[in-house]
């Protein structure tokens, strides 16, 4: 099993980081996504279910995405997702912003992949845990530079 949980500060007003983790502007944070099409209840909120679709190396990847965690305060937002990966992995994503004043947010992002079965558990422990923390802080960048875009 791989957790990991990052924070970070973002200069930018709750509401304009938040919007970016609203289901019509996936792209903009995870580009490698293709399509991203409800399947059940509705966007932005608990228990949506999404057929999400990104490339993974040369090949095309589709997973059904459930929104599991879903709160729209004004101090605080939250945002949680869950999918399986093929037949290898659960994945669990929480993005949590907290409002510490008009123009500064703070941004934590956490997660946890956990391999199912012996090949699943095996590729986990053998990734380098240098990588997947660029992979994390990779995406918390991405975050804060499209928060900070007019």
């Avoid at 099993?1 to 903009?28: G, Y």
């Avoid at 999404?50 to 879903?70: C, D, F, P, R």
């Amino acid at each position: 099993m791989v957790k990991w949980k990052e924070e970070m500060t973002i200069n930018a007003n709750i509401e304009k980081v938040w919007r970016l983790f609203q289901d019509e502007n996936i792209k903009r944070l995870m580009p490698k996504v293709e399509e991203h099409i409800l399947l059940e209840n509705n966007n932005n909120e608990l228990g949506a279910k999404h057929a999400q679709s990104y490339h993974e190396g040369g090949q095309l990847q589709t997973y059904i995405v459930e929104t599991v965690g879903y709160e729209d305060m004004s101090d605080k937002k939250l945002k949680q997702t869950q999918f399986e990966m093929g037949q290898s992995f659960d994945v669990f994503y929480s993005f949590t912003l907290r409002k510490e004043n008009e123009n500064q947010t703070t941004f934590v992002y956490e997660g946890l992949n956990k391999g199912k079965g012996l090949l699943g558990k095996v590729m986990l422990l053998s990734g380098s845990k240098k990588t997947r923390q660029q992979t994390v802080m990779t995406f918390m960048d991405r975050v804060k530079e499209e928060a900070l875009k007019s």
